[in-house]
């Protein structure tokens, strides 16, 4: 996040130098019809704070990937695919299993448990072009997310190999001070139910009292994504 909050920076610094040149306007400029391909990393937190900080002692993770983005009507629509993995340990989430106690004390129990999580998110949205180089953008859409979990000494049926659909919203600004480069930073929220809650810690959690039980059925969460964007 420092980097690109330093790359921010850089890119509005160099807007006015650009502007003595001719006046650069990336809303008046835009085609009628852009691809834009683009990187992006981002920090999730999840719902599932309980489990994920009794399994893996963090409830976040970090996630980087990639993808392609569509603009229509001279940048005003947009949509976009996205793909992205887990930056941890060679894409894997490492943790331990637990035991949950009735009280809700957790005990770790030293044997080692593997997580991987592969989205792949489909959104669409609109752009307010209120501005020639600052660009708020809001868009929705469902991802589908492949869910991998293993640990030592595991059953056949205590493995988990799945994939389900989940919901997503996401607000947020591009910054561009460049004719075919562009910084967009935002918001990410997707809600994925079907996976957590169906056994072990996650169910035990979630049928718990209070309303942080309600999210630990939900391997979704909030999501900070920036995000660099090439093209018009």
Do not use: C
Request: glycine content about 16%; overall charge negative.
């Amino acid at each position: 996040m420092r980097f690109g909050i330093v790359l921010v920076a850089l890119l509005a610094a160099a807007a006015p130098a650009r502007a003595q040149g001719g006046v650069f306007d990336a809303v008046g400029d835009a085609p009628a019809v852009s691809l834009r391909p683009f990187f992006q990393f981002s920090n999730e937190w999840f719902s599932a704070s309980q489990t994920f900080n009794a399994v893996f002692g963090d409830d976040s993770a970090q996630f980087w990937g990639g993808g392609g983005q569509v603009t229509l009507w001279h940048g005003r629509v947009y949509g976009e695919v996205g793909v992205s993995r887990l930056v941890k340990n060679d894409q894997t989430l490492v943790g331990q299993r637990v035991f949950v106690g009735d009280d809700g004390g957790v005990f770790r129990l030293g044997i080692p448990v593997r997580v991987t999580i592969e989205p792949l998110e489909f959104t669409g949205g609109y752009r307010f072009n209120v501005h020639p180089r600052v660009i708020p953008y809001v868009g929705a859409g469902f991802g589908i997310y492949h869910y991998t979990e293993d640990s030592d000494f595991a059953t056949s049926a205590e493995k988990v190999d799945v994939t389900k659909n989940g919901a997503i919203f996401h607000a947020g600004v591009e910054f561009r001070a460049f004719r075919w480069i562009g910084v967009a930073m935002d918001g990410q929220y997707t809600h994925l139910p079907g996976i957590l809650g169906e056994g072990g810690a996650s169910q035990q959690f979630a049928e718990g009292t209070g309303s942080s039980a309600k999210g630990e059925a939900d391997l979704g969460g909030w999501a900070a994504r920036f995000k660099v964007v090439f093209g018009r």
